[in-house]
């Protein structure tokens, strides 16, 4: 069991918005920042957003993140059948002194 | 453009000893601005930070694993090593090298080897 929490699953529709959640505390997500990875099947996962909020080259601008206290979020806009992946995110947990992963959300285009 | 690669056993027998390289192609291992890390994720499961070094060798470490996981570097050849003593079958997964930014106390993992799975079985 992770300390930062995600939803297990999440859908939506083609060009839908949809947001995916991660509930932490103030010894990971209230002081450190977020990362969100998206893993299409069978590779390896991709960056996605780094510093609560910030885009690497090459993300589309329809991946946003977001913080606010003890929550992240990210959203995708324009919901696309290429976005359907597992999502984690990610942070430093300060009283585990340690690195930690969400569980992961896996993401399906209905 | 810098690509990693891991290269290793594919099985490991249990109470043994998992050892894994990663090579980096592409770029320097040494540059200042990254660590370089560990990550694993058993067969259906969800992701786990194995640990992180920088070129000069200093490493951070999953508290959970620490007791168990050597990483090292090697920046004659460009690489950097995982060793996980006393395996199980828990430890079954596939393992990731990534690069990670120095920003923070937990960077960014911004370039991923494809991963190789490692199965824990006598």
């Known amino acids: 069991q992770s300390v930062l929490t995600q939803p297990p699953s999440a859908s939506g529709t083609p060009g839908q918005r949809v947001t995916i959640s991660c509930s932490g505390s103030s010894s990971n997500i209230g002081s450190n920042y977020v990362y969100w990875y998206q893993q299409l099947p069978g590779t390896a996962p991709k960056l996605l957003i780094y510093r609560n909020n910030q885009r690497p080259s090459g993300v589309p601008d329809r991946f946003s993140g977001s913080k606010s206290g003890t929550s992240a979020s990210l959203a995708i806009s324009g919901l696309r059948s290429e976005d359907e992946a597992d999502y984690y995110c990610?942070?430093?947990?300060?009283?585990?002194?340690?690195?930690?992963f969400g569980g992961g959300t896996k993401l399906t285009v209905l | 453009q810098l690509q990693l690669q891991e290269s290793g056993p594919g099985l490991v027998k249990p109470s043994e000893t998992l050892s894994l390289t990663c090579t980096v192609s592409?770029?320097?291992?040494?540059?200042?601005?990254?660590?370089w890390g560990w990550i694993r994720q058993p067969p259906g499961k969800g992701l786990e930070w194995i640990g992180s070094?920088?070129?000069?060798?200093?490493?951070y470490y999953n508290p959970s694993l620490k007791s168990r996981v050597t990483i090292s570097v090697d920046t004659s050849k460009n690489q950097f090593s995982l060793k996980l003593s006393s395996v199980t079958a828990a430890d079954t997964a596939v393992y990731y090298c990534?690069?990670?930014?120095?920003?923070?106390?937990?960077?960014?993992?911004?370039?991923w080897g494809q991963g190789t799975m490692v199965t824990v079985s006598s």
């Open positions: 592409g770029g320097s291992i040494s540059s200042s601005s990254y660590y």
């Open positions: 070094i920088y070129y000069s060798g200093s490493t």
């Open positions: 990534a690069r990670q930014g120095v920003a923070g106390l937990f960077g960014a993992f911004d370039i």
């Open positions: 990610a942070a430093w947990d300060d009283s585990l002194s340690g690195g930690v």
